[in-house]
């Protein structure tokens, strides 16, 4: 994936549009029930981003916000209520959810959260307990 490569994504009603540019910084699916209850389901697929990579193309001023902490900004869009992205202050990281990015090929390569997972995946990838040690969490890993 080139460096320069760009992506569209769009809520689900399309009112509000962004690009990302270049490369997410990682991508793997979060277990946590923060993640699980704002997606309704069971796992919620991730790729994190450098902020200034993220860039509203329409209806910024459509877009709301809920933090349950201040670890997480939850941005949706306030016509049809779906899901666009959560900035992660204390990473310095934007979580645009991959299933908002149709031309992302999504290349998933650990889990977090694991330890509150209901939905066991066995897939070869590493299971974080919580999240690994260069972003604040423990770096304990889990068996499948």
């Known amino acids: 994936m080139s460096s ?3 992506y569209t994504g769009r809520c689900f009603c ?5 690009t990302v540019n270049g490369v997410p910084a990682a991508m793997g699916y979060c277990h946590c029930e ?6 309704a389901g069971p796992v919620n697929a991730f790729s994190l981003w450098q902020p200034d990579a993220v860039q509203i193309t329409q ?3 459509n877009i709301g916000t809920y933090n349950k902490t201040p670890a997480s900004y939850r941005k949706w869009c306030k016509t049809c209520g779906g899901h666009v992205f959560t900035e992660h202050p204390g990473m310095g990281l934007t979580d645009v959810y991959a299933a908002v ?4 090929s999504f290349s998933p390569q650990i889990h977090v959260h694991y330890q509150e997972a209901v ?14 040690g260069d972003m604040g969490g423990s770096g304990e890993t889990l068996a499948e």
Do not use: E, T, Y
């Not at 399309?14 to 962004?18: H, L, N, P």
């Not at 923060?34 to 997606?39: G, K």
């Open 34 to 39: 923060s993640c699980r209850h704002w997606s």
């Open 101 to 104: 990015i149709p031309d992302l």
């Open 4 to 6: 320069d490569k760009s």
């Open 14 to 18: 399309g009112a509000v549009q962004f």
């Open 119 to 132: 939905l066991r995946i066995q897939d070869g990838l590493p299971k974080m307990k919580d999240l690994p």
């Open 59 to 61: 209806g910024a001023d």
